[in-house]
């Protein structure tokens, strides 16, 4: 199936889970920001990964998503953020198949919750791999449709024609899931009335850098995400966190979820565009499930942050790859029964 790009939205960029393996020589992983969003819509798509494990490529919409008219027929999905989807002017519902029909045209409002959608495609989206992924990496020009956000007038092609014989009805909702299995489950910590949510994190590796007193209020404080966020990393604002002697360090190696405390003293957290070295140290490592959480938050929202021990974190991750199963054993059932 084809699809054109009538209007991009703010930014709108064709991502998969990234390209690993190429930190050593200076490439950023990139990918999506919110991998378990992209990864329920592409089960939901109909989509399974491929041989080497890596996960269809789909499109991550930034604050508003594109209008798009189809030029044939498949299957899409959506996930994330709630940004009003209307195929033909009729709002369709996230997190369930819908089928497309060609010359369908399908359009969002800005986001009323969360920061990022993603829409995946049965077949997933067509473009050249370039070491390993279908991902693009805006700063350095590469991967994705033509190393760049998608423009009006684009046309892109997916994986796959549709795998119905015959289409169905334009907008046709297939059986949705349990909704308890469409997002990451969340920490939260309550301040008076209000609600923020709580990035569990791994200590160190140069939490050693800042005094007790300053770790304690680390763990306590709440920050709020600065203007100066993108795919790139998250600034936070807040109590100034104090070294004991100084915050630059030998530079080493930059993770997605790494916590670096500047000169200023202010946490940044890095998400999937991040750098593959710093001069910082690092108070701590977000674990996975949360870096989807925090990719999720606007500017000017509350963000708090849990310590919990590698075991406790790893503990966190199976339990949703064990939801991302079962969704997919549900998806697997559902296509064994239905015709789609």
Not at 215 to 222: A, G, K, Q, T, Y
Not at 298 to 311: E, H, I, L, S, Y
Request: some cysteine; aromatic content about 8%; charged content about 25%.
């Amino acid at each position: 199936m084809r699809f054109e790009i009538l209007a991009p939205g703010p930014l709108t960029t064709v991502q998969d889970m990234g390209r690993r393996g190429y930190g050593d020589k200076g490439w950023q992983e990139s990918g999506c920001c919110d991998k378990y969003a992209l990864r329920r819509a592409n089960l939901l798509a109909g989509n399974r990964t491929d041989e080497n494990g890596q996960e269809k490529a789909g499109l991550e919409m930034t604050l508003q998503g594109p209008s798009i008219r189809f030029l044939g027929n498949g299957i899409i999905a959506l996930a994330g953020a709630d940004m009003g989807f209307s195929l033909n002017e009729e709002p369709i519902p996230m997190y369930q198949p819908v089928s497309v029909r060609e010359g369908d045209v399908f359009t969002t409002g800005m986001a009323v919750s969360g920061l990022r959608g993603y829409m995946a495609f049965w077949g997933g989206i067509d473009v050249p791999v370039v070491m390993g992924s279908r991902s693009t990496n805006i700063k350095c020009r590469t991967g994705g449709f033509r190393g760049r956000a998608l423009r009006a007038g684009d046309i892109l092609c997916t994986g796959a024609e549709n795998p119905a014989e015959e289409p169905l009805p334009s907008g046709t909702q297939l059986p949705a899931p349990d909704p308890e299995l469409f997002t990451p489950v969340t920490a939260w910590r309550w301040m008076g009335e209000r609600r923020i949510p709580l990035l569990r994190t791994v200590p160190g590796p140069q939490d050693n850098a800042f005094t007790g007193d300053a770790l304690e209020d680390f763990w306590r404080n709440e920050y709020r995400l600065t203007a100066d966020c993108d795919r790139m990393a998250c600034r936070l604002e807040g109590e100034v966190i104090a070294a004991r002697e100084a915050y630059d360090i030998l530079s080493d190696g930059i993770l997605e979820g790494s916590v670096q405390v500047t000169a200023g003293g202010k946490p940044v957290v890095m998400l999937a565009d991040h750098q593959t070295v710093g001069g910082y140290a690092k108070i701590g490592t977000v674990i996975r499930p949360d870096i989807a959480v925090l990719a999720q938050l606007k500017p000017g929202d509350a963000v708090g942050f849990k310590p919990v021990t590698p075991q406790e974190g790893l503990e966190i991750f199976r339990r949703e790859e064990e939801r991302l199963a079962r969704l997919e054993t549900y998806c697997s059932r559902r296509s064994r029964n239905e015709s789609i």
